[in-house]
Nanobody, 121 residues
Framework: QLQLVESGGGLVQPGGSLRLSCAAS????????IGWFRQAPGKEREGVSCISPGSTRIDYTDSVKGRFTVSRDNAKNTVYLQMNGLETEDTAVYYCAARIGEYCRAEMAYWGQGTQVTVSS
């Protein structure tokens, strides 16, 4: 079992930055791909980014490329999502999720509870 807890969400003005954290516990997260997903009101959940266990494979959805950066510190069992140049369209609940292996999928094995990100002036 793996427990995931997100933090770092909040209210930020357009153009601002936030750093989300996803802390894993209950098991060693070294073997898990960790994904960031988001869901805005009235919209389907979408994948934002994915990082492989050894950070050798990193993927982003097109809308966040160049603005978001994912990283992980396996010694701390924590994955980060640095979000710069935030836009109102980034407003959503952000979730981290995990599955064993190199790749993320829509069907991840473990999910956090989510953290709200609101971009508004």
């Amino acid at each position: 079992q793996l427990q995931l807890v997100e933090s770092g969400g909040g209210l930020v003005q357009p153009g601002g930055s936030l750093r989300l954290s996803c802390a894993a516990s209950g098991n060693n997260a070294d073997y898990y791909a960790i994904g960031w997903f988001r869901q805005a009101p009235g919209k389907e959940r979408e994948g934002v980014s994915c990082i492989s266990p050894g950070s050798t494979r990193i993927d982003y959805t097109d809308s966040v490329k160049g603005r978001f950066t994912v990283s992980r510190d396996n010694a701390k069992n924590t994955v980060y999502l640095q979000m710069n140049g935030l836009e109102t369209e980034d407003t959503a609940v952000y979730y981290c999720a995990a599955r064993i292996g190199e790749y993320c999928r829509a069907e991840m094995a473990y999910w956090g509870q989510g953290t709200q990100v609101t971009v508004s002036s």
